[in-house]
């Protein structure tokens, strides 16, 4: 899942699991699958002060990563599939799609509206310290992902 393993989970860590959401490749997607992984988070346990953080960069991430695809592999895939993953202190997010191409970010250009959604994905994963990457499929597409760590539990002590 991530770089390192956390020794031994406890009883207020969120419910492990992994979970597809498969939808078209079209802009009413990006919406819906946001939608559907917050859900998701929620319904493992992920609600409060705790995770407040986690949910909301992982939900920019799924944002960034859904629009990309829909807006730049729908022609080559007409399906995006979304994974989540919760395992060992941390939480995968990817995004499959059917396109061989392998985006690269783009560095901050004031004249360009666009192009930067990647660099921001990179960006918010490595500020929680979180690792992400681009890899091959083996049915010729590609897939994105951000493992992001799970956040210790708060004490209790002011």
């Not at 060992?88 to 360009?112: H, I, N, T």
Request: glycine residues 10%; charged residues 25%.
């Amino acid at each position: 899942m991530g770089p390192a393993r956390r020794a031994g989970r406890t009883a207020a860590d969120p419910a492990e699991g992994v979970w597809r959401f498969p939808v078209p490749a079209s802009a009413s997607s990006v919406p819906r699958t946001r939608h559907a992984v917050r859900d998701r988070l929620l319904a493992q346990g992920m609600a409060g002060v705790r995770y407040q953080e986690l949910v909301d960069d992982l939900l920019l991430i799924v944002s960034e990563l859904v629009s990309n695809a829909v807006t730049h592999a729908a022609e080559l895939s007409p399906e995006v599939t979304t994974e989540l993953a919760v395992c060992d202190g941390w939480v995968r997010v990817s995004v499959e799609d059917g396109d061989p191409y392998r985006p690269k970010a783009l560095e901050s250009d004031a004249g360009r509206t666009g192009g930067r959604g990647l660099l921001l994905v990179k960006s918010v994963t490595l500020q929680a310290g979180g690792v992400c990457d681009v890899e091959r499929t083996g049915e010729g597409g590609k897939v994105i992902w951000a493992s992001l760590p799970i956040p210790p539990e708060l004490d209790d002590c002011p």
